[in-house]
């Protein structure tokens, strides 16, 4: 492995500062190795260029040097501690107030710079509280400064300071790296120590300085996608390697059973099902992932990956994330594939005598399809012969969860995983790389867009008036809420206080709630009486996003809607227009919500693809929540890299290059703490 690695990988505790706690302090933030240190880049940069004085107007950010010819100190009950200061501008003034004896240090003669905003006033220049650099003789200040987010944990000043000494160390001992040489000779980009220095130590002009920093920082990306690509890779050869079940089935059996559906397939849904039965075939076990956009029929293609395993005397099991949807999807499953096998469903409210039937069935093969929530993970369930397992929203479970699926098989059953939360494509392109990833982006043709309205909340009036007028046309009506109790917020709707006014203006029709803190039954009641038509307004919680049918909703009204994301806002509305009738959906939003806001919610009105959405959704807000669980839209061990470092640079990550050796590349996933992935994080 190469010196500047070994140098790197040593402990933060041989900086001068570092002591016990502050190396507590620091690790609290992931910051061990002097790698760690360094690989920490600046959030921002701050220019300290000295302001001229045709910008020093009142409110102005303003960054002057001077000498300090005056101190006083006034006597009340709240001291004041004020600095004149002489500089080529002028003659200015700094205030102190209250608890001022830590700025009793600047005294007469002290030369200083002042970084902060301008009080200006009756022709005299003041500072309150600004920041203070004291200019020591022989010494110049830095005038660009890096910011850091280390979450209080130590002083800015002091991070720099053993970023300087890590930096130091590193630089004395240097040698160019394998990946130096790669990324210099692919992508023309600049060696790790240059990056670093030009990351953590910008100087000149600052406008090169920030460009120089982003493309310092586009280096740092490219390693660690470089080497989380390589550790993903290996996993996905390791899994290619695994033994599986060839599932094969004659062209007239599968054309009999489409045949008998009451409908025909959309071509995406052909589509996908070609595409699904060649990978069946393969050497392989399969990977797949069915994306597509709310009401496009991805569960009737996992109903024929499933015909698959049936016709090769083979099981399948379902994992749904909620009750609701198991009882949904049971009932979905078994009215197809009931005349072909045994379909049974379990759930957390299953009894334990239930349970043991249903494992005795499994066991020997009598059971072919299990449509289950998470409690199938846990309980021992153990199969005859496993052909394939559906995961439908994936999202909803975690990784840990995902790979108690194959850990007790000897072959590795094929995987399909289903989603309507959309994926940008642009984003997909990376992320999916190593699976058959599908999308069906057609509807059945009996299906109309749903059509969506903004009111701002001052329109309370028109939007009851709407709502009666479907209620008379025979309609039932979705009214999603954002909260369960109410708050001193009154400006955010609460279903418990909500539902007592809606009560009182429908008083002739039947309204009831539905929230996530209620039991598994009385949800799975609720929501089937609402299916019988027996509730004509259900008030929730956005609990209905995901896996709810009910064809003859065809009204969604969403209170404070500019609290959603759009993507949320998108999964919602497909919870209406789902049958023959078109569907209606209303976006309510608070009277003293922004332009901004207003506009975002408007690009509902006119766009009614997920995945446009979702590339919209993605612009405005940067990097989102896509993969793992950060805001930052990464998994945890993403030091620099963000959504945006991969969708800007799809083209060179696809073009990447594995041709070094195992002892390098291992050195560096070491170095950077790359985790080995047990299953794709979705």
């Known amino acids: 492995m190469d010196k ?47 302001t001229s004085k045709h910008n020093f107007e009142d409110g102005n950010y303003i960054v002057v040097s001077g000498e300090i010819i005056k101190t006083v100190k006034t006597r009340s009950a709240r001291p004041n501690y004020i600095l004149t200061v002489s500089s080529k501008i002028g003659i200015f003034t700094v205030r102190f107030i209250h608890k001022i004896i830590i700025f009793m240090n600047l005294q007469r003669g002290m030369r200083i710079r002042v970084s902060g905003n301008l009080i200006y006033k009756k022709n005299k220049s003041e500072f309150i509280h600004p920041e203070i650099e004291i200019i020591k003789d022989g010494h110049t200040l830095e005038k660009i400064i890096p910011k850091y987010s280390i979450r209080g944990r130590v002083s800015q000043a002091k991070f720099r300071s053993f970023i300087k000494q890590a930096f130091s160390i590193l630089s004395t001992n240097y040698r160019f790296s394998c990946l130096d040489n790669y990324f ?50 290996k996993i996905v050869n390791e899994y290619n390697k695994k033994q599986t079940y060839l599932l094969d089935i004659s062209k007239k059996d ?51 990956a499933c015909f698959y395993a049936i016709k090769n005397n083979s099981q399948c099991m379902v994992l749904v994330p909620t009750e609701v949807l198991c009882l949904q999807h049971f009932e979905t499953f078994n009215f197809y594939l009931r005349e072909y096998c045994k379909v049974a469903m379990v759930s957390g409210k299953s009894t334990l005598a239930e349970k043991t039937i249903i494992k005795q069935k499994l066991l020997t093969g009598e059971i072919s399809i299990i449509i289950g929530t998470h409690s199938l993970l846990f309980n021992n369930y153990i199969f005859n012969k496993l052909a394939i397992v559906i995961i439908d929203e994936q999202h909803k479970f975690g990784v840990k969860q995902r790979e108690k699926i194959s850990s007790n098989y000897t072959k590795q059953p094929h995987l399909i995983y289903m989603s309507a939360t959309p994926i940008p494509r642009t984003l997909a392109l990376v992320l ?22 903004t009111y701002s909340d001052n329109s309370r009036t028109e939007i009851q008036n709407i709502v009666l007028k479907h209620l008379s046309d025979g309609m039932q009506i979705y009214w999603v809420c954002t909260r369960i109790e109410n708050s001193e917020d009154d400006d955010k709707h609460s279903i418990n206080v909500f539902s007592e006014n809606i009560k009182k203006i429908y008083s002739n029709y039947n309204v009831s709630i539905l929230h996530g803190k209620m039991s598994a039954d009385e949800k799975v009641k609720i929501i089937s009486n609402f299916r019988l038509g027996k509730i004509d307004i259900l008030i929730s919680t956005s609990v209905i996003e995901v896996g709810i049918d009910c064809p003859n909703a065809n009204c969604l009204v969403i209170e404070n809607s500019e609290l959603f994301g759009l993507a949320q806002l998108h999964q919602l509305r497909g919870r209406v227009g789902r049958g023959a009738s078109k569907g209606y959906c209303y976006l309510v939003h608070s009277t003293n919500s922004g332009p901004d806001v207003i506009d975002k919610l408007k690009y509902l009105e006119t766009h009614h693809s997920g995945f446009d959405v979702a590339e919209y959704d993605l612009k405005i807000r940067g990097t989102g929540t896509y993969m793992g669980n950060k805001q930052s839209g990464m998994p945890d061990n993403y030091r620099v890299c963000s959504i945006n470092d991969i969708m800007n640079n799809i083209s060179y990550i696809k073009n990447f290059k594995y041709e070094l050796s195992s002892s390098e590349v291992n050195g560096l996933k070491k170095l950077w703490k790359v985790k080995r992935i047990d299953e794709v994080q979705l």
Do not use: W
């Open 4 to 50: 500047y690695s070994d140098e790197l990988s040593q402990d933060i505790s041989l900086l001068k500062g570092v002591g016990l706690k502050t190396k507590s302090l620091l690790c609290e933030v992931g910051i061990d190795s002097l790698f760690d240190l360094l690989s920490t880049i600046p959030i921002d940069l701050i220019n300290k260029e000295e």
């Open 254 to 304: 599968l054309e009999l059973f489409c045949n008998s559906f009451s409908f025909n397939l959309t071509k995406g849904q052909r589509d996908a099902v070609d595409s699904i039965s060649k990978s069946f075939i393969s050497s392989s076990p399969s990977k797949v992932l069915i994306q597509g956009d709310v009401g496009c029929g991805k569960t009737i293609v996992a109903i024929i």
């Open 184 to 233: 210099h000779k692919e992508f023309n980009s600049m060696s790790l120590l240059k990056a670093l220095k030009k990351l953590h130590f910008p100087q000149g002009d600052f406008n090169v300085a920030l460009d120089e920093y982003y493309t310092a920082r586009q280096r740092l990306a490219f390693e660690e996608i470089y080497l989380h690509k390589h550790e993903f890779l």
């Open 432 to 453: 999916y790389e190593n699976m058959n990833y599908i999308t069906i982006s057609d509807k059945p043709s009996n299906r109309e867009i749903t059509e969506t309205v």
